[in-house]
């Protein structure tokens, strides 16, 4: 199995910075891709960036030139730097982690697996 497990969230003024963390454990052999993704109540979960094992990146359009995601191969993590935060930034952050671990009998599998959220909050 493999857990991921976000952490950073909180509340921000309007202009601040937050910088989110990632982590991926478990029986990993290889991460393909990981991403940052948020939902609120009033809409459906949408991709805020992504990364590759490579380093190639996308962002959603609201958050270009402000969001910075980045990764660590070798400990399984992604970051995201939140800069100028406004509040149509609210929303709970969730990070995906997609890539092929091994199963019981020692076979390898894909697989995709999301954290349980980070609300972060951007209020004066």
């Known amino acids: 199995q493999v857990q991921v497990v976000e952490s950073g969230g909180g509340l921000v003024q309007p202009g601040g910075s937050l910088r989110l963390s990632c982590a991926a454990s478990g029986t990993i052999f290889r991460i393909y891709a990981m991403g940052w993704y948020r939902q609120t109540p009033e809409k459906q979960r949408e991709l805020v960036a992504h990364?590759?094992?490579?380093?190639?990146?996308t962002y959603a359009d609201s958050v270009k030139g402000r969001f910075t995601i980045s990764r660590d191969n070798a400990k399984n993590t992604v970051y995201l730097q939140m800069n100028s935060l406004k509040p149509e930034d609210t929303a709970v952050y969730y990070c995906n982690a997609a890539g092929s671990n091994y199963d019981s009998g020692g076979g390898l599998k894909a697989f995709g697996s999301w954290g349980q959220g980070t609300q972060v909050t951007v209020s004066s």
């Open positions: 990364i590759t094992t490579g380093g190639s990146t």
